[in-house]
């Protein structure tokens, strides 16, 4: 009889010792949500193969309509993604009844995680302000930048130096970098802010490899907390490309993003218990290649109401390979995390 006790309790213990590995494996410390504005699936078709795409672990389907309208602005698509809800077009992180909600963002830096903030467009953009602002227009740059010296947020980097005030920066505590090679200086997580331009970046034929460097970067400043991290990414531009019709604008910003997602691959490669989601708020352009034409085509110069789609890597990567709302990755991750909402 104490044998078989021994027997089952041998066994018990291996089972557990098998399973506390798997658990630990499911739930990051470190996130990176890496956002395509206006980047379907026929946008990443453009990339040649192989590409980093192409290591996703898992795939799925996120349906983007907004509150209040069949086809979402990136306002109301980045609000869904940052604050789980579904709100009307223009309004960032607030409900359609207009009440506050807190970011994805907002709840990891209340909770001791550093938190970081990598764009092409302007700091103050939709996508970016989705993860930090609370106002009722996206047009309101004064009322987001004021949003911005509050947020805490541990890393900044983007364009639209001429939207901020340096001495509120200062001020609040941060280290203000003007270039790549600043950036690069900064030897501990802190706060910092890093411009690299008066108003939006240049396009990614110009900025070459910029936004890769400083994605690299964010990484090595954000990951010296043993906490961990949150890192927002937005390839701001594709969505551009794609209101102008300009199909080899779409094919360099593409890359660029593909380069993005290397880097972040990579680095979740090195660290276990990083999670990576790539994900668009909505579809631009209607992109297409019909019959045997070698060249994209696009059916509107305007925002479309498809879905969009979602490739996840790393740590917990298979609880986003179904079709979901874009108002589910705010709870899904936290509930990874065990972190409460």
């Known amino acids: 009889m104490k044998s078989k006790t021994m027997k089952r309790y041998n066994f018990l213990l291996a089972a557990i010792m098998l399973i506390m590995p798997i658990m630990a494996v499911n739930n990051p410390k470190n996130v990176i949500v890496i956002i395509g504005d ?17 290591r996703a672990q898992a795939i799925g389907l996120s ?17 869904a993604i940052a604050c789980g809800i579904k709100t009307n077009n223009g309004m960032l992180g607030l409900s359609q009844d207009s009440i506050p909600v ?49 947020s805490n947020i541990d890393l900044i980097v983007g364009g639209g130096a001429k939207f901020v005030s340096t001495d509120s920066l200062k001020n609040l505590g941060y280290e203000i970098c003007n270039n790549l090679d600043d950036l690069k200086s900064v030897k501990k997580a802190g706060k910092t802010i890093c411009l690299l331009a008066k ?24 990951s010296q907390n043993k906490k961990g ?35 972040c691959m990579d680095f979740a490669d090195k660290n276990p218990g990083t ?22 085509h696009f059916s509107t110069g305007k925002h479309t109401g498809v879905m969009v789609p979602i490739y996840s890597y790393g ?27």
């Not at 206006?38 to 192409?54: A, H, K, R, V, Y």
């Not at 939709?126 to 987001?144: C, E, G, K, L, V």
């Not at 939006?200 to 964010?218: F, L, S, Y």
């Not at 551009?240 to 300009?246: G, Q, T």
């Open 38 to 54: 206006g980047m379907g699936l026929n946008q990443i078709c453009t990339l040649d193969s192989p590409n980093n795409f192409e």
């Open 63 to 79: 349906k983007t309509y907004s509150a209040n309208s069949p086809v979402t602005d990136s306002a109301a698509g980045g609000t």
């Open 102 to 150: 807190k970011s994805i963002l907002t709840i990891l830096k209340e909770n001791n995680f550093s938190t970081g903030i990598v764009v092409s467009c302007r700091i103050n953009h939709a996508t970016p302000a989705a993860f930090y602002a609370h106002q009722p227009n996206r047009s309101m740059d004064s009322a987001i930048v004021s949003d911005l010296y509050k």
């Open 199 to 222: 108003e939006d970046m240049p396009v990614a034929e110009q900025r070459k490899d910029t936004i890769p460097q400083a994605v690299q970067q964010a990484l090595r400043v954000l």
């Open 229 to 263: 991290f949150f890192l927002m990414i937005e390839a701001s531009q594709i969505d551009w490309a794609c209101h102008a019709n300009n199909a080899q604008h779409l094919k360099t910003e593409v890359q660029d993003i593909n380069a993005v997602l290397g880097t």
């Open 275 to 296: 999670l990576i989601i790539v994900t668009a708020d909505h579809e631009t352009g209607g992109v297409s290649l019909l019959g045997n034409e070698k060249e994209y």
């Open 315 to 341: 740590t917990g990567a298979g609880n986003f390979s179904k079709i979901q709302e874009n108002s589910e990755f705010k709870n899904k991750i936290l509930d990874l995390m065990h972190i409460s909402k």
